[in-house]
Each structure stands twice: as structure tokens, then as C-alpha cells.
């Protein structure tokens, strides 16, 4: 089986090639691709989520750059905003998530990456249902019309 470093890198549309870094080859992302590819692997064959936190890197500046470049950018990114803001942000490799949570100031307090179909992040609370329900009633409620959009 070829390991991730013998993978040749093919662009699609304007997304960088290898070629186009700088940076030299370095243990620590080539050991985060291994690792997202074995949970890549894992989320195909049994289903299994997973994230990588990548606090290790925060030092490491040109590492979480290298990472980000290789990865590429997706078609897919949210922005949520609470107790500071969280941006998710599909990679160029599906079902590969970055996700960056900053401070209100703007400052970095993490940085995942998720290996899911969809982010948990963005996973509806399924015990807001109700409540939300409800709360389209009452805006139902709100219209001046005649016929109820409540289900019968």
C-alpha cells in the first residue's frame, strides 16, 4: 500500500500542487496526513468520526501552513458566532474538516481537524426540535390568514 508522501498531488482547478510549497518535507505533517488518512480510512470502512487537535502545532506556525496548503480548501465553510467565532471550513479532500476557534480578540484558542461527513459542530441539537417547533407555531400564528400551516 503507497503511503501518503508517495501519493502524487494532482490539481483541480486552482488548487496548489506540492510543487508550489516552499517549505521542506516535515515529520510533523507528513505524520498528521498518515493520520488523517487512516481516519479517512476508518470513516469508510466503519463509519467512525474522528478529529485531530492540533494544539501541538500552535507553536508552529509554518506547520499549521503547510498543513492548511496541502489540504486545500473545499467548497463548504460556516461561520458560528459564540463565545467568540468557530470557522468551519471544508477541505479540498472530502469528509476532511478544519475547524479554527478564535476569542472574541480575534486570538486562536484551537485548532481541529474532523474527519465526518458533517461536522459535529453543525449537527442540529435534536432536543431542540420541540422547541423549535414550537416556535414556528407561534410565528405561524403571527400570519393573517385564514388556513393554519400546522400540520393535521
Do not use: Y
Not at 18 to 38: G, K, M, Q, R, Y
Not at 89 to 107: L, M
Request: glycine share 6%; proline share 4%.
Amino acid at each position: 500500500m503507497a503511503k501518503i508522501q508517495d501519493i502524487p498531488i494532482v490539481v483541480v482547478g486552482d488548487r496548489a500542487t506540492v510543487s508550489t510549497f516552499d517549505a521542506p518535507t516535515n515529520s510533523i505533517v507528513l505524520a498528521l496526513l498518515s493520520e488523517i488518512e487512516a481516519k479517512l480510512e476508518a470513516l469508510l470502512g466503519s463509519g467512525e468520526e474522528s478529529n485531530i487537535d492540533l494544539r501541538c502545532l500552535i507553536g508552529m506556525p509554518q506547520d499549521i501552513e503547510l498543513l492548511r496548503k496541502l489540504l486545500g480548501e473545499g467548497e463548504v465553510s460556516a461561520s458560528i458566532d459564540n463565545i467568540g467565532k468557530t470557522l468551519v471550513q471544508e477541505t479540498a479532500v472530502p469528509c476532511v474538516w478544519w475547524i479554527s476557534h478564535r476569542d472574541f480578540d480575534g486570538s486562536r484558542q484551537g485548532e481541529f481537524i474532523e474527519i465526518a461527513e458533517v461536522p459535529d459542530l453543525l449537527r442540529s441539537d435534536r432536543q431542540c426540535i420541540q422547541k423549535g417547533l414550537a416556535e414556528l407555531r407561534v410565528r405561524s400564528a403571527q400570519l393573517d390568514t385564514p388556513n393554519s400551516f400546522s400540520s393535521m
